[in-house]
Antibody, heavy 119, light 109 residues
Framework: QVQLVQSGGEVKKPGASVKVSCKVSGYTFTKYGLSWVRQAPGQSLEWMGWISAYNGDTQYAQRFQGRVTMTADTSTSTAYMELRSLTSADTAVFYC????????????WGQGTLVSVSS | QSALTQEVSVSGTVGQKVTLSCSGNSYNIGTYPVAWYQQISHGPPKTVMFGNSLPSGIPDRFSGSRSGTTASLTISGLQADDEAEYYCSSWDYRLNVRVFGGGTKLTVL
């Protein structure tokens, strides 16, 4: 079965960076893109961007452009999301999810990674 | 403010049928398929409707539809474990992002 398993929670100081991993199994990694979605406490879901696991092409939401980098390692079927210059407003649960580009809705989700930013 | 508009809360009794709505515009719902996600007690979202298709394992009590720029999720034979937050999502080609609704809290009385 399709599974997306994310790395554990992180506590960071303002100005730091965080890198979250998402290891997938149960399907051919390169056949689907992966999205990253942020959910701040008590808030809705916010799409951060998408990466093609086939060729590494990325598309980022404008509000994260310049601060986020998404990568995919086909040798380990793992996707990564790095977010830099963290502020307290970045305290949230970050989800990786299969799909989510313009031509394919999200169908499977990771379990989420809580990132807390505090001085 | 979310690009897609959902009711803040909806309630129903066990066995009842409820319909959740998701209003967008021609740049999103009017053009692209809609998906619906169920989130129980702040756990990870789970896909309950994928375009017009029911994902594997989701009971056929769930059904989806779209009319113009509004999508709907109908849950028949409401059960206690349907109580959750429900989000709709679509692609928006003007904003060039995937958009989500603000979420509807479904309470089963």
């Amino acid at each position: 079965q399709v599974q997306l398993v994310q790395s554990g929670g992180e506590v960071k100081k303002p100005g730091a960076s965080v890198k979250v991993s998402c290891k997938v199994s149960g399907y051919t990694f390169t056949k689907y893109g992966l999205s990253w979605v942020r959910q701040a406490p008590g808030q809705s879901l916010e799409w951060m961007g998408w990466i093609s696991a086939y060729n590494g092409d990325t598309q980022y939401a404008q509000r994260f452009q310049g601060r986020v980098t998404m990568t995919a390692d086909t040798s380990t079927s793992t996707a990564y999301m790095e977010l830099r210059s963290l502020t307290s407003a970045d305290t949230a649960v970050f989800y990786c999810a299969r799909g989510g580009g313009h031509n394919y809705n999200i169908d499977f989700w990771g379990q989420g990674t809580l990132v807390s930013v505090s001085s | 403010q979310s690009a897609l508009t959902q009711e803040v809360s909806v309630s129903g009794t066990v066995g009842q049928k409820v319909t959740l709505s998701c209003s967008g515009n021609s740049y999103n719902i009017g053009t692209y398929p809609v998906a619906w996600y169920q989130q129980i007690s702040h756990g990870p979202p789970k896909t309950v409707m994928f375009g017009n298709s029911l994902p594997s394992g989701i009971p056929d009590r769930f059904s989806g539809s779209r009319s113009g720029t509004t999508a709907s999720l109908t849950i028949s034979g409401l059960q206690a474990d349907d109580e959750a937050e429900y989000y709709c999502s679509s692609w928006d080609y003007r904003l060039n992002v995937r958009v989500f609704g603000g979420g509807t809290k479904l309470t089963v009385l």
